[in-house]
């Protein structure tokens, strides 16, 4: 096994930590003692975090948010995954054409889709519908899942289906016994994915929520508008924890299932 050179470690090093300084500062930020943001901080003290967790308002703003990643991801996995199944499976001339269009909103610029969603939204009267926030959001996350779930099903042998239909299997036994147990460890990382870009999304929600449904992340943006206050750091620093859990969770599931080896 070759040894990486120390220079590339350095700067891989130093381009990881200039990467993470902004979040270690705004941690930090977030446990001061003072009265407005500054770095580094007179005083330690858990006071923005109490101002945090005992406002309703932002805990309605944590719920809006938790409820809508979790029907988009539910919505973009299943989709998702099924797209990719067929995508990997079938031998269509349109396959490229499609993963293509599936992928389009990973390309186009994100205000231009949250525009065209408000329109259609504000036509059908659903602008401030969790569900409907819920499905807008399942659209951005749709080509996260696709990446990671044709990934996992590439390595899916085909050989096994055939056995399993060899064996008197139907096409749906075939796909419930073999296919989902094997590609389950990609589907829980499609979903976790999933989660994160809906739970973290700004700018759409912007768009589309109201002023009794807004998300975290717009309920930040709203308050960083009126008042800059420490308490944005704390709610910016539980953000990020909940983003080292979802990515844990991902990381742990991988390796038990010995995917983080082979890279599949």
Known sequence: MTRTPAWLRLIVGIGALLLIAPIGIIVIVSFGGDGYLKFPPSSLSLQWYEVFFGDGRWWDALWASAIIALVASLFSTTIGFLGAY???????????????????????PQVITAIAMFYVSSQLGLVGNLVWVSICHSVIALPIVLL????????????????????GCSRLQTFRLVVIPLALPGVVSAALFSFLASFDELIISLFLTGVRTQTLPVKIWNSLLLEVEPTIAAVSTFLVAITVI?????????KASGTLETGA
């Open 86 to 108: 067929v995508l990997v499976r079938s031998s269509s001339r349109f396959r490229t054409a499609l993963l293509a269009l599936a992928l389009t909103p990973m390309i186009v």
């Open 148 to 167: 990671i779930l044709l990934a996992t099903l590439r390595n899916i042998d085909p050989a096994l289906e055939r056995a399993a239909a060899g064996m």
């Open 246 to 254: 979802v990515l844990l969770a991902d990381w742990a599931i991988r």
